[in-house]
C-alpha cells in the first residue's frame, strides 16, 4: 500500500528554519520525480519545490528560492524540505507529493513543479509563521 507521511510541521516565529520530513512506504522513491507543496487558506495548492527521479535537477518557487532546500534519501525512502528566513506568508499545509510517470520527470526538468503533475499525496503538515 503506497503511502507518504510527512511531519516536522509547527508553529514558528518570523525568521525562525523548520525541516520537513516525507516518509514514503509501499514503494521505492527510486526513479520518481519528487515535490512539496503547500496550500494557504483560501488559496490554491502551490508548487513549492520539485526534484527530479535522480536529483539532478530541483526546481523552486520564486517565493522558495535562496531559503529553501529539497532533498532526497533514497536509500532511506525519505524526502524533505529545509525552510529558512520563515516569512508569515509561508504559512500553510505543505504537502509532499510524488509520480513515476517519466512525463512529470521530463516537465521538471523543464522546470515545471505543479500539483497536477503528481499522482500520490501525503495528508499534509501545517507550517504556522507568526510572532
Known amino acids: 500500500q503506497l ?5 516536522g510541521g509547527a508553529l514558528v516565529q518570523p525568521g525562525g528554519s523548520l525541516r520537513l520530513s516525507c516518509a514514503a512506504s509501499g514503494f521505492t522513491l527510486d526513479n520518481t520525480a519528487i515535490g512539496w507543496f503547500r496550500q494557504a487558506p483560501g488559496k490554491e495548492r502551490e508548487g513549492v519545490s520539485c526534484m527530479s527521479s535522480g536529483g539532478g535537477r530541483a526546481v523552486y518557487a520564486d517565493s522558495a528560492k535562496g531559503r529553501f532546500t529539497i532533498s532526497r534519501d533514497n536509500a532511506r525512502n525519505m524526502m524533505y524540505l529545509e525552510m529558512d528566513s520563515l516569512k508569515p506568508e509561508d504559512t500553510g499545509l505543505y504537502y509532499c507529493a510524488t509520480d513515476r510517470r517519466k512525463q512529470t520527470d521530463i516537465l521538471l526538468r523543464l522546470g515545471r513543479c505543479r500539483p497536477g503533475d503528481y499522482d500520490s499525496w501525503g495528508q499534509g ?7
Open 3 to 7: 503511502r507518504l507521511v510527512e511531519s
Open 125 to 131: 503538515t501545517q507550517v504556522t509563521v507568526s510572532s
